[in-house]
């Protein structure tokens, strides 16, 4: 956290803060449109924003972040088909994200990048929840714009790669060995070894881990480097812990998306990881 203590930049930073807010808010508008576009495969610049339901384009005063929302008391003007809470709380949520993210940085082009990153991610997360899978275009553009991060771009690649890298590796452990049971069963009916060519195709992987967890731990690796990324990855399977004891309980087949836990687990970490480390060293390292 950059030295803001003192009163007379106070002023000053409220303003950024303001502004980072306002920002925050059109963004987060912008992201609406993207949760709801692209799992339809339609483009998120045109045509102009409509009503779901009725298909009537919005007026420029239906569009203003959370006010016409509050304004049209969560209805279309139109048809009057109730307009979902989620979009106001996106808005809010971003326009957060944007003044946190810029109060621990300052007024810079990395604190709009790291805004626009977690911005990203805020979406590839509901987007997950809701269809239990991501679309690359926003994963991949999340994993670019991550490599600007910090200003050693060099440093930021080198961490997104070993990162990504790694959990590739995990993952072809964790499928393998998950995997063994059904290759034995598979290994009565054929001859050779399951792995063999002809085979392949009935070779059975159960897959441990998502390839869009993945491209988000490439993005983690850029921002946050090695052991804040261990950090945020620590603090994301924690957090999932519950909603997975719960679904257990629940004799669920849901499966549990992890890149919500994952984006949670990278925004603690971006902003209490320093803390943690220097703790971690204090103490056992
Ligand atoms: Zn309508």
């Not at 920002?23 to 610049?45: A, K």
């Not at 929840?129 to 080198?158: E, G, H, M």
């Not at 990278?266 to 320093?274: D, E, I, K, P, W």
């Amino acid at each position: 956290m950059s030295s803001r203590s003192a009163i007379e930049d106070l002023e000053e930073f409220d303003l950024e803060v303001v502004i980072a807010a306002i920002l925050g808010l059109l963004i987060g508008s912008f992201l609406n449109v993207v949760i709801l576009r692209l799992p339809q495969n339609e483009s998120i610049v045109y045509p102009a924003s409509h009503c779901p339901k009725c298909k009537e384009p919005l007026k420029w005063w239906h569009n203003v972040p959370v006010l016409s929302w509050v304004f049209l008391q969560g209805k279309c003007y139109f048809c009057k088909e109730p307009i979902s809470w989620q979009y106001p709380a996106i808005e809010i949520a971003t326009a957060a994200l944007f003044a946190i993210i810029f109060y621990k940085e300052g007024l810079t082009f990395q604190a709009f990048v790291i805004a626009v990153l977690f911005s990203s991610l805020l979406a590839l997360s509901i987007i997950d929840l809701r269809f239990k899978a991501v679309p690359d275009s926003l994963n991949l553009f999340a994993a670019t714009i991550a490599l600007f991060a910090n200003s050693d771009y060099l440093q930021n690649l080198q961490n997104a790669a070993i990162v990504a890298g790694a959990l590739a590796m995990l993952r072809f452990y964790v499928s393998y060995y998950v995997s063994k049971k059904e290759q034995i069963h598979l290994q009565k009916q054929i001859k050779s070894a399951p792995w063999l060519k002809s085979y392949y195709p009935k070779y059975i992987m159960i897959e441990a881990m998502g390839e869009g967890d993945i491209i988000v731990g490439f993005a983690m690796g850029a921002l946050l480097g090695l052991e804040k990324t261990l950090i945020a990855i620590f603090l994301a399977a924690l957090t999932a812990l519950p909603a997975s004891v719960y679904l257990r309980i629940a004799k669920s087949d849901t499966q549990l998306p992890f890149i919500p836990f994952l984006a949670i687990g990278a925004f603690l970490s971006y902003l209490f990881g320093a803390q943690i480390v220097e703790w971690m060293h204090a103490n056992y390292l």
